[in-house]
């Protein structure tokens, strides 16, 4: 038996709702066919957004949007994706597979994506290719209101009114694709670049740094030393490889159980990165001002079988479901910190919320807990003790279930359970503190599957979805809840 103690009356402050955003680069089939189809495309499309996809995104609630990228962002020069569509500059999207990239989905575009998902958009610029100049007229020419040279161009290319911008980011991966800088370096060029990213009118910017790769603690050290006061927010990429990065990462479905392993254990590693580059932070930052933006997260596979190397395309099964109720679990108790996550990528690419065929859409597993989580955002996350019993494989051990609580703007209280054991079920026995036990009942929805690689495909979209949960029963003052094997379950108290 596991228990857990839900303190339905000790907040521990706000789950950010931005912790629930999303990521789309120019990479593979994620902006071109999963979002951009154009306005002469057969599939219904909303000025060249195609519909299917805009309607599941706005059902999760995305609360905020990368763009536009990752990798492709150090590489991107805005001016050629803005103006007449026929006459944007055809360039090679050099990092990601060496296709043609159109610029047909450009500044514009995206605003337009973000309007029409009411979501906010978060901009990466360009520090590794690009300019001081470049990156400051960039967002002189998104939010400026009045007469001046970008903002005059914009109006030429159809839009009068500025847009509002938060989320700026400085460059991306700096110690990696993003120019292979030492953090002394990128700490100097973030303090400039960001100087010029300008706040026009009442349109203020939430400048976010480039940060770690993983367990680089030493970079974000540099970076708040030497310019934590002139940053809102600091990022950090950690994504979930059962294998090797350069070695061979794993198959998306043909794994075994131990794989199956490795991949929770790999997730709850989050946890450890987040406490430790709090440390790091809190030791600048004790107030807390900079939030840390995980604006890269989730499983990376080896490609499927026979699809581009350089498009990442890989399925998604109840594992890697589990591994986002893991993650947001841990998102949800290092509220106090984590500010925003978004997770690679939302169509076609990684760990994908939605994948496309033609015409053709299906929801991924990972969506379902998107859809079921979404409860939380915004909420006030509740105080959760837990003594759960361990999974074990191999001589290693871990926690068997991982757990967090909310308490949302109407008083409904939610609870997110998630049981990473492939074969075992999980009894959980809750002391919900705090509420009349006896007076309140319990319900919710479960996604689980029979096998560890269950997974939808275009033939059979439903074989992973959720259904509503009947093992969640007060008795005695107590809720009790009956988990089956490689489960997530979302309860509502009422
Ligand atoms: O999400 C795929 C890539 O992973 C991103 O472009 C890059 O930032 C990271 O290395």
């Known amino acids: 038996m596991h228990n857990v103690i839900v303190n339905t009356d000790i907040s521990k402050g706000k789950i950010n709702k931005n912790i629930y955003g999303h990521f789309a680069e120019h990479l593979g089939r994620c902006i071109y066919e999963g979002i951009w189809v154009g306005e002469d495309s057969p599939i219904p499309n909303t000025k060249g957004i195609r519909d299917d996809v ?11 949007l990368r763009w536009p990228g990752g990798c492709f962002a150090d590489e991107y020069h805005w001016k050629d994706g803005i103006g007449p569509r026929e006459s944007r500059k055809r360039m090679v999207n050099t990092h990601w597979g060496g296709v043609v990239e159109n ?15 009411e979501c906010e958009p978060y901009i990466c610029g ?38 509002k911008l938060k989320y700026f980011g400085v460059g991306n991966e700096n ?58 927010g600091l990022s950090l990429h950690y994504y979930t490889i059962p294998g090797d990065f350069w070695l061979g990462k794993g198959s998306a479905l043909d794994f075994e159980e131990g794989e199956w392993f490795v991949t929770m254990k790999k997730a709850l590693h989050m946890d450890e990165l987040i406490t430790k580059h709090s440390t790091i932070m809190d030791k600048y930052d004790p107030e807390k001002r900079v939030g840390m933006i995980i604006d890269e997260w ?17 399925q998604n099964s109840i594992r890697d479901a ?26 076609n690419v990684l760990q994908a919320m939605i994948l496309t065929e033609g015409e053709k859409m299906i929801l991924t597993p990972t969506y379902h807990v998107f859809d079921m989580f979404k409860v939380h955002q915004d909420a006030e996350v509740l105080a959760v003790e837990s003594a759960v019993g361990s999974y074990e494989m191999g001589g290693e051990t871990l926690p068997q279930v991982t757990v967090s609580a909310s308490k949302d703007a109407d008083g409904k209280v939610h609870v997110s359970l998630v049981n990473m054991d492939h074969a075992g079920k999980a009894d959980i026995s809750v002391d919900l503190r705090g509420l009349a036990a006896e007076s309140v009942q319990a319900s919710g929805m479960i996604l689980t599957a029979d096998r560890m690689n269950a997974h939808n495909t275009f033939e059979q979209p439903d074989t992973v979805a959720p259904r509503a949960f009947e093992g969640a029963n007060v008795e005695g003052g107590r809720l009790s809840v009956k988990l089956p094997p490689m489960s997530v379950v979302t309860l509502v108290i009422h």
């Open 126 to 163: 360009n520090v590794g290719s690009g300019t001081v100049q470049e990156m400051s007229e960039w967002v002189e020419y998104m939010t400026f209101d009045g007469e001046s040279p970008m903002a005059n161009w914009r109006k030429e290319n159809g839009r009068e009114q500025p847009w």
């Open 322 to 347: 589990l591994v986002a109720g893991v993650h947001f679990n841990i998102f949800h108790n290092h509220a106090d910190r984590v500010q925003m996550t978004n997770i690679a990528q939302t169509v």
């Open 298 to 314: 989730g499983t990376w596979f080896d490609v499927e079988p026979g699809t581009n190397p350089g498009f990442l395309y890989q």
């Open 54 to 64: 805009l309607a599941a995104l706005k059902n999760i609630k995305v609360p905020v």
């Open 103 to 117: 610029n047909h989905f450009g500044t514009h575009e995206f605003m337009l994506l973000c309007e029409l998902l």
């Open 175 to 232: 110690w990696g694709c993003g120019g292979n800088m030492r953090p002394e370096y990128y700490a100097d060029l973030y303090r400039r670049y960001q100087t010029y990213v300008r706040n026009y009118g009442d349109n203020k910017i939430y400048k976010i740094a480039g940060g770690a790769n993983v367990d680089d603690y030493n970079w974000t050290e540099v970076l708040m030393k030497n310019a934590g006061w002139l940053m809102d």
